[in-house]
């Protein structure tokens, strides 16, 4: 049971290339969530997803794309990079009742 | 819209004192609070959580939490901190259904002196 796993640990971007980060969990549960975490700013809500099928805009969506067509999985694209989106990226988990588990972060750096 | 005001940035205590983070949250209908830990360079870990019930929760790590709904608070603490309590520290509240759409607060970074 690996819970919530994330790829890649770092990444390195310059300015206007995309990529894709992977989140997959294997606990079955039904809502993921991506965050970025920032110094002095706690964890601020990107996308989350309620479901297969079904995702929605948090705090600060813009520069970013979901997709949710399997429950284990929930990539997040980076359509076209910016300095202001280095962060550390954490995908998390959680079912109905329940806290959420944090996958161990993506850590980009855009030139 | 909710929100989470964690007022202290950074707290140093000494190990074996005790220890309050303080946390307060804005929340329209029944909160549903967490309080997690992060040590550098990892995932959150879950301390504890509320959504109902009796208004003292204990979590792992010998770390306990009030809930008070008169003063929209939800406070940390630990009678006796060790030094390998040092880590920051995250409030949380979300919607009982849906965990995943949680609002975090800035956070608290703790420093334990010998």
């Known amino acids: 049971n690996a819970g919530v796993t994330q790829t890649p640990k770092f990444q390195v971007l310059k300015t206007g290339q995309s990529m894709t980060l992977q989140c997959a969990q294997d606990m079955n549960h039904e809502y993921m969530s991506w965050y970025r975490q920032d110094p002095g700013m706690g964890l601020r809500l990107i996308h989350y997803s309620v479901g297969a099928g079904i995702t929605d805009q948090g705090e600060v969506p813009n520069g970013y794309n979901v997709s949710r067509s399997t429950t284990e999985d929930f990539p997040l694209r980076l359509l076209s990079a910016a300095p202001s989106q280095t962060s550390v990226y954490f995908c998390?988990?959680?079912?109905?009742?329940?806290?959420?588990?944090f996958g161990p972060g993506t850590r980009l750096t855009v030139l | 819209a909710q929100s989470v005001t964690q007022p202290d940035i950074h707290i140093t205590v000494s190990e074996g004192a005790s220890l309050e983070l303080r946390c307060n949250y804005s929340?329209?209908?029944?909160?549903?609070l967490f309080w997690y830990v992060q040590s550098p360079g990892q995932g959150l870990q879950l301390l504890l959580k509320y959504f109902s019930g009796d208004t003292l929760v204990q979590g792992i790590k010998g770390f306990e939490a009030e809930f008070k709904r008169s003063q929209s608070s939800f406070n940390l603490r630990k009678p006796s901190v060790h030094w390998s309590d040092a880590a920051e520290y995250f409030c949380a509240v979300g919607a009982l259904a849906n965990a995943g759409k949680s609002t975090f607060g800035d956070g608290t970074t703790l420093t334990v002196k010998p």
């Open positions: 929340y329209g209908a029944t909160p549903y």
């Open positions: 998390a988990s959680s079912s109905t009742g329940n806290e959420q588990f």
